[in-house]
């Protein structure tokens, strides 16, 4: 099992942040290569399922996602099948003002000979797809409307 984690500080409410990222329709704003999200279903507790398409390395890969943990402002976990099945873990912590975002994905390469001889080439893309998302949440979240500056 392979897992990628990154964390950063976002000059933003708990709140704000674990609301925006609880809207699978937000992900393709902040995530490079997750081309589509549809088929969205919500709960009324925050939990969700969702269709997408990835493009890694130029190859389109298909999934179904769902909410197996919410814990308001707290901790979102979801599970995909399809494409390559993982699993994505988000925290959200109080830091002053802001808030302390984590991000944790645990992916499996298929045991397949072309799969153990791209692990590393995946985990690379991987680490580059969690430092950007987390980036683009930050930028995302801290940027100031139009108007109120």
Do not use: C
Request: hydrophobic residues 35%; negative net charge.
């Amino acid at each position: 099992m392979e897992r990628v984690r990154k964390e950063i500080f976002i000059e933003a409410p708990v709140s704000k942040v674990f609301e925006y990222m609880l809207d699978p329709a937000h992900l393709p704003e902040i995530w490079p290569s997750l081309v589509e999200v549809s088929n969205v279903h919500t709960s009324p507790d925050g939990r969700s399922d969702y269709d997408w398409t990835y493009k890694m390395a130029g190859v389109k890969f298909h999934g179904h996602t769902q909410t197996v943990e919410a814990q308001r402002d707290r901790l979102h976990v979801v599970k995909a099948r399809g494409g390559i099945p993982h699993a994505i873990r988000w925290t959200f912590q109080p830091h002053g003002n802001g808030t302390d975002f984590g991000t944790e994905v645990e992916y499996e390469i298929p045991g397949s000979l072309l799969g153990r001889l791209t692990a590393p080439f995946v985990r690379r893309l991987n680490e580059r797809e969690a430092e950007l998302t987390v980036h683009n949440l930050k930028e995302r979240m801290e940027a100031v409307p139009p108007g109120t500056a």
